[in-house]
């Protein structure tokens, strides 16, 4: 093993390479638990939906689809910055890698502040899940899906918020000069969360913003 690997190799593995390999079957393995969890509010949703289609229509309309579209395509742009910054790490391109991140971070932090404006506009309008809700025409079950909006949407924000934490995180690392060409394994790691993230907000965007819309 190179003398300059050896620091960055942990005592229980072989090699740089044998690290890898677990760090990746580790990420994994906590994506499928985080599948799990997106996958029975979704399960709660396609119930709840079949039960009150009428109610889900109408929820649909209420939400703004501009925002929605906008929260789209700073995301997948963020998916873009993010997948770049990791080429720039396998690369050894540690100021790419920097100002990437820093893009990844800024369309992430724009997500959360269109969404906290959504939200800020719905709490307005009543649409409040609790002894608040009052919408402005009285819908037989609406509650219903705005208790699932905002659960769904609230956890993926959340998401959002450890994924920022995680990529201020790597740079802090970067700005150290943790990364190179034989070492970029927590970039390669925080970039399968980030995307995870995204594709979670992709199946909620349509979910939630278009079905039902026509």
Same mark, same amino acid.
């Given at each position: 093993?190179?003398?300059?690997?050896?620091?960055?190799?942990?005592? /229980?593995?072989?090699?740089?390479?044998?690290?890898?390999?677990?760090?990746?079957?580790?990420?994994?393995?906590? $994506?499928?638990?985080?599948?799990?969890?997106?996958?029975?509010?979704?399960?709660?949703?396609?119930?709840?939906?079949?039960?009150?289609?009428?109610?889900?229509?109408?929820?649909?309309?209420?939400?703004?689809?501009?925002?929605?579209?906008?929260?789209?395509?700073?995301?997948?742009?963020?998916?873009?910055?993010?997948?770049?910054?990791?080429?720039?790490?396998?690369?050894?391109?540690?100021? /790419?890698? =920097?100002?990437?991140?820093?893009?990844?971070? $800024?369309?992430?932090?724009?997500?959360?502040?269109?969404?906290?404006? =959504?939200?800020?506009?719905?709490?307005? =309008?009543?649409?409040?899940?609790?002894?608040?809700?009052?919408?402005?025409?009285?819908?037989?079950?609406?509650?219903?899906?705005?208790? $699932?909006?905002?659960?769904?949407?609230?956890?993926?924000?959340?998401?959002?918020?450890?994924?920022?934490?995680?990529?201020?995180?790597?740079?802090?690392?970067?700005?150290?000069?943790?990364?190179?060409?034989?070492?970029?394994?927590?970039?390669?790691?925080?970039?399968?969360?980030?995307?995870?993230?995204?594709?979670?907000?992709?199946?909620?965007?349509?979910? $939630?913003?278009?079905?039902?819309?026509?």
């Amino acid at each position: 093993m190179s003398s300059d690997l050896h620091g960055l190799v942990a005592h /229980q593995f072989d090699d740089m390479e044998q690290q890898r390999e677990a760090a990746t079957i580790g990420m994994w393995a906590f $994506l499928i638990t985080e599948v799990m969890l997106f996958g029975g509010m979704f399960m709660c949703y396609t119930v709840y939906r079949t039960l009150y289609p009428e109610a889900f229509q109408a929820g649909s309309h209420h939400l703004n689809i501009i925002l929605g579209t906008l929260n789209t395509a700073l995301l997948i742009g963020s998916s873009l910055t993010m997948a770049l910054a990791v080429h720039a790490a396998q690369n050894g391109h540690r100021k /790419q890698v =920097e100002r990437l991140i820093v893009a990844t971070i $800024l369309l992430g932090s724009l997500f959360l502040a269109v969404k906290a404006f =959504e939200y800020t506009g719905k709490w307005q =309008e009543n649409l409040i899940p609790g002894p608040n809700f009052a919408p402005a025409e009285p819908i037989p079950h609406l509650q219903i899906f705005y208790a $699932l909006y905002f659960v769904l949407t609230g956890t993926h924000a959340f998401h959002m918020v450890i994924g920022i934490g995680v990529m201020v995180v790597m740079l802090v690392m970067n700005r150290g000069g943790k990364f190179s060409k034989d070492y970029y394994a927590p970039v390669e790691m925080a970039g399968l969360y980030w995307h995870f993230v995204d594709i979670v907000w992709i199946f909620l965007f349509p979910l $939630l913003y278009l079905l039902g819309r026509h």
